[in-house]
């Protein structure tokens, strides 16, 4: 796609119920990352992935918070039985191929703002 | 551990006038990148303007440069002839050369006043 693309774009869930958010990073990207910004927080890096495989997964706040990625494209965090300092926006974005570690830009998605309720 | 600090909670400036945003960090790396983001209120991440550490010439990109103290590990944005389009979150962020992590200050809200 033209840009990375994230769903929900906004989301309003009861405390304890489980949310998927989703991630369609831009075509042909082979990193992928998820970061939290909570409110006058910077942002928190959670979660990243090169193709399918996440080597770095040390930014999950605990073992509520999951992702996955499959084909190489799409991803999905997942935050089970929801908390209220959970409520956040969280951001994805990518890299394309051979920038994962280079000074190249990352390109960010519109966010996913979650409440919990 | 690598931290970025930005001092500034929010900051205000007249249209056309020139303002500049703080940003320190900390590290022991001498190979590293640094970037200062916008973010309007359509939350979308982007990017402004990058330095290399190992430049020593200040980035520039049209009315956008940066003050890039290395010594003093200080990254300062400067907005010339501010625009009411201007006016967002701006992060800043730093990333050691061979590695994919980025961090991030916590952002200053920038107000531009007609």
């Known amino acids: 796609g033209a840009g990375v693309s994230q769903s929900p774009s906004n989301k309003v869930t009861e405390k304890g119920k489980d949310v998927e958010l989703r991630c369609d990073p831009i075509?042909?990207?082979?990193?992928l990352y998820w970061y939290r910004q909570s409110l006058g927080q910077g942002l928190e890096f959670l979660i990243y992935?090169?193709?399918?495989?996440?080597?770095?997964k040390s930014g999950l706040p605990s073992d509520r918070f999951s992702a996955e990625r499959t084909g190489g494209s799409v991803s999905t965090l997942t935050i089970q039985r929801t908390q209220q300092e959970d409520s956040a926006v969280y951001l994805c974005?990518?890299?394309?191929?051979?920038?994962?570690?280079?000074?190249?830009?990352?390109?960010f998605g519109e966010g996913s703002w979650l409440t919990v309720v | 551990a690598q931290t970025v600090t930005q001092s500034q909670p929010e900051m205000s400036v007249q249209e056309a006038e020139t303002v500049t945003l703080s940003c320190t960090y900390d590290?022991?790396?001498?190979?590293?990148?640094l970037f200062w983001y916008k973010q309007p209120p359509s939350r979308q991440m982007i990017l402004v303007i990058r330095?290399?550490?190992?430049?020593?010439q200040n980035a520039t990109e049209n009315r956008f440069s940066v003050n890039f103290q290395k010594a003093a590990k200080s990254f300062s944005l400067k907005i010339s002839d501010s625009q009411l389009g201007d006016a967002a979150m701006y992060f800043c962020?730093?990333?050691?050369?061979?590695?994919?992590?980025?961090?991030f200050g916590t952002g200053t809200r920038l107000k531009v006043l007609a």
């Open positions: 974005a990518s890299t394309p191929p051979g920038t994962g570690t280079t000074g190249n830009t990352i390109y």
């Open positions: 075509s042909g990207h082979t990193a």
């Open positions: 992935f090169q193709g399918n495989s996440a080597p770095d």
């Open positions: 590290t022991s790396e001498s190979d590293y990148y």
């Open positions: 330095q290399e550490a190992y430049k020593q």
């Open positions: 962020a730093y990333r050691k050369s061979g590695t994919y992590k980025y961090i």
